[in-house]
């Protein structure tokens, strides 16, 4: 059976997580970072993207269509999980993956010109989700 001196304890860390992940909230999102891929050698655009404390650097990223793309994406160690959406299958993209600290290679080929949104769908709690603390970006597709 859990002393009361174990109870409070936890409570204590679930209070400090909570608190921290508050403070985090009001954290500010960067300006724009804007990254023009090039096709290399292998006839792939290669794309790295980091994310963090509510935000992706770049949060702009500019390829081309009917080229295929690898995103090397990861996140900044900490305690608050972080996901990359880009949900636009009429374009042939389709992404909705768990980020760590661990880079993870994403491939895809846009099929249509257009700008598509990325972000991060979590959210905790009562507060806003990430993506709207800024935790997201745009993947211009162009010709």
């Given at each position: 059976m859990p002393t009361m001196k174990n109870i409070v304890t936890f409570f204590l860390f679930c209070l400090g997580i909570t608190g921290y992940v508050a403070c985090r909230a009001d954290t500010p999102t960067p300006s724009e970072t804007v990254y023009q891929s090039t096709i290399a050698a292998d006839g792939v655009q290669h794309v790295r993207i980091e994310g963090g404390s509510?935000?992706?650097?770049?949060?702009r990223v500019i390829v081309h269509v009917n080229v295929p793309v690898e995103l090397t994406v990861s996140v900044e160690s900490g305690l608050v999980p972080h996901t990359l959406v880009i949900?636009?299958?009429?374009?042939?993209?389709?992404?909705?993956?768990?980020l760590s600290s661990e880079a993870k290679a994403i491939r895809f080929t846009p099929t249509a010109v257009g700008n598509y949104p990325f972000y991060c769908r979590n959210k905790l709690l009562f507060f806003k989700s990430h993506r709207e603390k800024g935790m997201e970006g745009v993947l211009?597709?162009?010709?």
């Open positions: 509510y935000f992706f650097k770049p949060n949900q636009s299958p009429e374009a042939g993209i389709a992404v909705d993956e768990g211009e597709v162009v010709e």
